[in-house]
């Protein structure tokens, strides 16, 4: 059997925390990429009408969502390498911080989800830029043109 001294062991622990760390900050990052890349080539079609608007935003809501999750969770790793009283005050501030912006976030997205349900003209997000253009003129609930 092999003898692994405390503080080899806490050394090869601190190590794959670390690791883990920037493997889910790196993952958040690459969350943030492809929901940035999806949203922008989505975008157009909801400019234009072809796509709802506020089913874009939900898409893009969801990857920053899950992007914070990556994030949280990269803090809690780092506050369990050095648990100083600063970190771990920095670590509430942080989690606080984020739990807010994900609980708001949800909250916006749930009612985005409602809109989509009701929304037939995805539209409504938008306002008048897309719902009433000056050559069509106002548009009715159904999308034809009055």
Known sequence: MIAI???SAASVIDS????????????SVIVIAIGGVQTFRELPRALRGRMRF???????????AMALEFQLASDVL???IAP???Q????????TIRTALNFFLSREMEHE???VGTDDGGTRS???AVSEGPASGPRTAAGTTV
């Open 88 to 95: 771990l005050g920095i670590l509430g501030a942080v989690a």
């Open 113 to 115: 989800r409602e809109l």
């Open 16 to 27: 794959v925390t670390e690791w883990t760390r920037l493997a889910l900050d790196a993952a």
């Open 5 to 7: 001294d405390a503080p």
């Open 54 to 64: 506020t089913q874009v935003r939900l898409d893009f809501a969801r990857y920053l």
């Open 84 to 86: 100083t009283w600063e």
């Open 126 to 128: 938008l306002g008048t």
């Open 78 to 80: 780092q506050t369990a």
